[in-house]
């Protein structure tokens, strides 16, 4: 865009920023003025607001912009952008100054977000039709990616297969399926060859102490071989 409005005010640049030289010293063509605002865009802050339950960092030249998340309890939150002026240096001491305006730098922004339930608001806040049309939005692609996990799932059980993001729907949703539990990451005890949670004190199965340390600051007595059972339920008093 930016470029686009300094093609078209400054002809002699071809697409590019780069300069080309220009043979009269002080001609008139060095007098290159930034274009009026068209009406629609000359607000000089419009708000976005996010239904999203995750913090979204966008990052762009001229900053980057932390979306936060909304809080449990809360319909929404609201991020204030404000127009910025920027200016192409053209060389030749000549700067082409523009301004990117605070509607335009939201919609840059959120050209990604849509779906996860943000937006710019036409007004000031957003209006129960902006928030329940941006739930139903994201709701529909939560569905779609509800639908994908379950299809990746099918192939081969693979946890592997599935992202972070059919998990979120998932469980944004409040849809159980089998694929949306994190896996638990497991090791084998050198004691009895089970399979029991990576970095516990204990083996569950056969009492065997795997991390003298973290069996210590649980009260148990290193070495101490423990009951089969008694050794599950009192490894992990503090939790
Ligand atoms: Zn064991």
Redesign the pocket.
């Known amino acids: 865009m930016q470029t686009e409005t300094a093609t078209a005010t400054a002809s002699n640049l071809t697409g590019s920023d780069v300069p080309r030289p220009l043979s009269h010293f002080g001609s008139s063509r060095r007098d290159i003025l930034p274009p009026a605002p068209s009406q629609a865009d000359t607000a000089s802050t419009v708000t976005i607001a996010s239904i999203s339950d995750q913090d979204w960092y966008v990052s762009r030249t001229h900053g980057v912009y932390h979306i936060p998340s909304c809080a449990k309890g809360e319909a929404f939150s609201l991020l204030l952008i404000t127009s910025r002026g920027d200016a192409i240096d053209l060389g030749d001491n000549r700067r082409y100054p523009f301004t990117i305006t605070a509607r335009e730098i939201a919609e840059d922004l959120l050209q990604d977000l849509h779906d996860h339930g943000i937006f710019v608001c036409a007004g000031a806040r957003p209006t129960t039709e902006e928030l329940s049309s941006a739930t139903a939005r994201r709701d529909a692609y939560y569905h779609r990616l509800i639908g994908e996990g379950d299809t990746l799932w099918a192939r081969g059980h693979s946890f592997r297969e599935i992202s972070d993001l059919h998990r979120r729907a998932a469980m944004a949703l409040g849809v159980e399926r089998e694929w949306a539990y994190v896996p638990m990451r497991m090791s084998e005890?050198p004691?009895?060859?089970?399979k029991?949670k990576t970095g516990v004190a204990v083996?569950k199965?056969?009492?065997?102490i795997l991390d003298a340390e973290k069996a210590a600051l649980h009260g148990l007595p290193a070495g101490a071989g423990l009951g089969r059972n008694a050794g599950a339920t009192k490894a992990n008093p503090a939790r």
């Open positions: 005890c004691a009895c060859g089970e029991v083996c199965h056969c009492g065997a």
